[in-house]
T-cell receptor
Framework: KAGVTQTPRYLIKTRGQQVTLSCSPI?????VSWYQQTPGQGLQFLFE???????NKGNFPGRFSGRQFSNSRSEMNVSTLELGDSALYLC?????????????FGNGTRLTVT | QKEVEQNSGPLSVPEGAIASLNCTYS??????FFWYRQYSGKSPELIMF????GDKEDGRFTAQLNKASQYVSLLIRDSQPSDSATYLC??????????FGQGTTLQVKP
């Protein structure tokens, strides 16, 4: 069974640009979550999607947005990039939203903003 | 107060010893608890999860949960150098949202 696939693996962008990251969940998984990981802040929750609807949102500015498609694939968009947005962005999927349904992470997208 | 707290370490143990990793959480409504391992430059990998008070064992790993004390721990028996990594505690604060601690770095010395 294929794992969570994130593309691209690496991105270099300039301040002010926007970026779109893609995530394909494990087959059969319907919930997709996004996290930002930095050395100083650790893993910070961005948002969670289930059945094409955002179910939870973390404390990030509106520049961060996402969506989920009918096949459960998800995209995350960051507009007007800032230097502080440089981070590892991790997508994770789970079978459903039950409390016993663990997250499985992709390899991440390393975003560098210059 | 952070929602999920872990000692950042590093925790250093000799090969073959028991490593004990601890995590406290603030939300009494938390229902499930997860331990992930993250090697440097890699993504987090699920080790195990627990949602009932008591112990849950899986091979060399044992997760312990005490909801009254809002405390969850991970014991690694017969620690190996390959166990050297950062261990992340995560708590389900409401359905679909996992909050992670900062992680504890474990070093197992041969």
């Amino acid at each position: 069974k294929a794992g969570v696939t994130q593309t691209p693996r690496y991105l270099i962008k300039t301040r002010g640009q926007q970026v779109t990251l893609s995530c394909s969940p494990i087959s059969g998984h319907r919930s997709v979550s996004w996290y930002q990981q930095t050395p100083g802040q650790g893993l910070q929750f961005l948002f969670e999607y289930f059945s094409e609807t955002q179910r939870n949102k973390g404390n990030f500015p509106g520049r961060f947005s996402g969506r989920q498609f009918s096949n459960s694939r998800s995209e995350m968009n960051v507009s007007t990039l800032e230097l502080g947005d440089s981070a590892l962005y991790l997508c994770a999927s789970s079978r459903d939203r039950g409390v016993g349904s663990p997250l499985h992470f992709g390899n991440g997208t390393r975003l560098t903003v210059t | 107060q952070k929602e999920v707290e872990q000692n950042s370490g590093p925790l250093s143990v000799p090969e073959g010893a028991i490593a004990s990793l601890n995590c406290t959480y603030s939300d009494r409504g938390s229902q499930s608890f997860f331990w992930y391992r993250q090697y440097s430059g890699k993504s987090p990998e699920l080790i195990m999860f627990i949602y009932s008070n008591g112990d849950k064992e899986d091979g060399r790993f044992t997760a312990q949960l005490n909801k009254a004390s809002q405390y969850v721990s991970l014991l690694i028996r017969d620690s190996q150098p390959s166990d050297s990594a950062t261990y992340l505690c995560a708590v389900n604060v409401n359905t679909g949202k996992l909050i992670f601690g900062q992680g504890t770095t474990l070093q197992v010395k041969p």
